[in-house]
């Protein structure tokens, strides 16, 4: 293997979070390689809405404008629909002004991301497979690769190396002790000329035995994401779609069927894992994980590129502010102080998006969460300020989850408690203690009994 290259940051991935930081260090002094092993336009029923906390750090790095000229649909707040009964919740508004997320075709919002990132004088685009980090003695300084259609491996040295290969990450292990876990599968269909109840709204149908959401990706086409709890796949056939059809079709508010039903004849599904993994960062001199390699939680609540984009940004900022790139102990900090700040602003987007999908397993606790939504006023636009990412206050968080907990006690309770209702409270409250307490400690909050008591 001969050395053919050497710059200051490359970037392994060139998908949301790998192009996104590109374009954000694009036009400064920072030496950028990319190496993506596919650089064509792809089909994926992940990354496709995106929060107004996710668009709010666009902003910040000056992205914002790649949100515009593929079809991207505005999203304005959420309706839930559960038993026949319906609501809707608008996002808030931050200094008068309506906070927005987008729904979007995650193909198309890529090929913007590289676009824009191939247009920058400072960053190189390379085709090709990463084979492998190139380490010694516990320092990462760089990679080897292969261009597309080409044999030969070449060698490219790096002052930092930022792993960012997705869900499916060949390298993380390198950089992490990670703990990842498949909750579910989302099996996923395109609407198309779906009327939605609420337009530019999230939907999501509280139904049995799972959630399933909705949402519009174009000005045509609409997504929708039925959930299947456990590790196994869903299987194509007679058997799955009868269980479209008959199960989750009748659930589904009216003017949705007609389009879902085309959709399930149509038989295009795409099917994918959801992931459970929490930020289990390895400090190695030269490397640092971003995105999907890094940390992922449950994609009910369209989070994981909210949280992408605000690790590009607390990362990209911390790189910006590095003098000298050939001061391994400058990239390190910047390293090291990215990894110690992300938890502030990540921790209630993760906590939520996995204990949510808990809520939507119990029974019990989600016809109360529901129930407490639909009251409005702060005990619907507090939740979804966090879930929008405009807020991010984790005391806020787990004050309104337990408050959910309280409500439901009192509604079972009501109109007079006996022994069966007193069993169901108590296991109602011990399963909302043992699905919001480990999604905690996966964030660094390992005291909490002193964060309740702070409440």
Same mark, same amino acid.
């Given at each position: 293997m001969e050395s053919k290259k050497t710059c200051d940051v490359c970037i392994v991935g060139g998908g949301v979070a790998g192009a996104a930081l590109a374009?954000?260090?694009?036009?400064?002094?920072?030496?950028?390689?990319?190496?993506? &092993?596919?650089?064509?336009? *792809? #089909?994926?029923?992940?990354?496709?809405?995106? *929060?107004?906390?996710?668009?709010?750090?666009?902003?910040?790095?000056?992205? *914002?404008?790649?949100?515009?000229?593929? #079809?991207? *649909?505005?999203?304005?707040?959420?309706?839930?629909?559960?038993?026949?009964?319906?609501?809707?919740?608008?996002?808030?508004?931050?200094?008068?002004?309506?906070?927005?997320?987008?729904?979007?075709?995650?193909?198309?919002?890529?090929?913007?991301?590289? #676009?824009?990132?191939?247009?920058?004088?400072?960053?190189?685009?390379?085709?090709?497979?990463?084979?492998?980090?190139?380490?010694?003695?516990?320092?990462? &300084?760089?990679?080897?690769? &292969?261009?597309?259609?080409?044999?030969?491996?070449?060698?490219?040295?790096? &002052?930092?190396?930022?792993?960012?290969d997705g869900i499916f990450s060949v390298f993380r292990n390198q950089l992490s002790n990670p703990q990842k876990k498949v909750s579910g599968h989302f099996l996923g269909l395109v609407l198309k000329n779906c009327e939605l109840p609420y337009p530019n709204h999230g939907h999501v149908i509280v139904a049995k035995p799972s959630p399933v959401l909705v949402y519009p990706i174009t000005s045509t086409e609409t997504r929708m994401l039925i959930d299947f709890p456990g590790e196994d796949a869903p299987r194509k056939g007679e058997e799955l779609k009868n269980y479209l059809l008959n199960t989750i079709g009748n659930q589904l508010p009216s003017s949705i069927r007609n389009s879902f039903t085309e959709a399930v004849e149509g038989g295009k599904f795409k099917v994918m894992p959801n992931h459970i993994m929490a930020a289990r960062p390895v400090m190695k001199e030269g490397g640092v994980l971003l995105g999907d390699s890094l940390n992922m939680r449950h994609p009910l609540t369209g989070g994981g590129m909210t949280v992408a984009f605000t690790d590009v940004y607390l990362l990209g900022k911390n790189l910006l502010e590095i003098a000298d790139f050939s001061k391994s102990a400058e990239v390190s900090s910047a390293v090291a102080a990215f990894y110690k700040t992300r938890n502030s602003q990540t921790a209630t987007i993760n906590i939520l998006a996995d204990a949510l999908y808990g809520v939507m397993r119990n029974e019990d606790l989600k016809e109360a969460c529901f129930n407490y939504l639909k009251r409005g006023g702060s005990y619907s636009q507090e939740p979804v300020s966090i879930l929008s990412a405009v807020s991010r206050d984790v005391k806020l968080l787990i004050r309104h989850f337990f408050a959910v907990a309280v409500y439901g006690v009192k509604n079972i309770l009501s109109p007079f408690p006996n022994g069966k209702r007193l069993m169901r409270s108590y296991n109602m409250l011990k399963d909302s203690v043992s699905i919001i307490v480990p999604l905690l400690r996966n964030e660094g909050f390992t005291d909490v009994n002193r964060l309740r008591a702070k409440l």
């Open positions: 374009g954000y260090l694009g036009g400064s002094s920072i030496n950028v390689v990319v190496i993506e &092993k596919n650089l064509t336009e *792809q #089909d994926r029923i992940v990354g496709e809405l995106l *929060q107004p906390g996710g668009v709010e750090m666009l902003e910040r790095m000056g992205l *914002q404008h790649l949100l515009d000229g593929f #079809d991207a *649909q505005p999203v304005t707040g959420y309706a839930l629909f559960m038993n026949g009964e319906n609501f809707q919740i608008a996002y808030p508004e931050t200094n008068g002004k309506l906070n927005t997320g987008r729904g979007m075709r995650n193909g198309k919002f890529v090929q913007r991301l590289r #676009d824009n990132m191939k247009l920058q004088q400072n960053v190189t685009v390379i085709e090709g497979s990463v084979t492998g980090l190139l380490e010694e003695e516990g320092r990462i &300084k760089g990679v080897t690769y &292969k261009t597309k259609g080409e044999d030969e491996t070449l060698c490219l040295n790096a &002052k930092l190396t930022v792993v960012s």
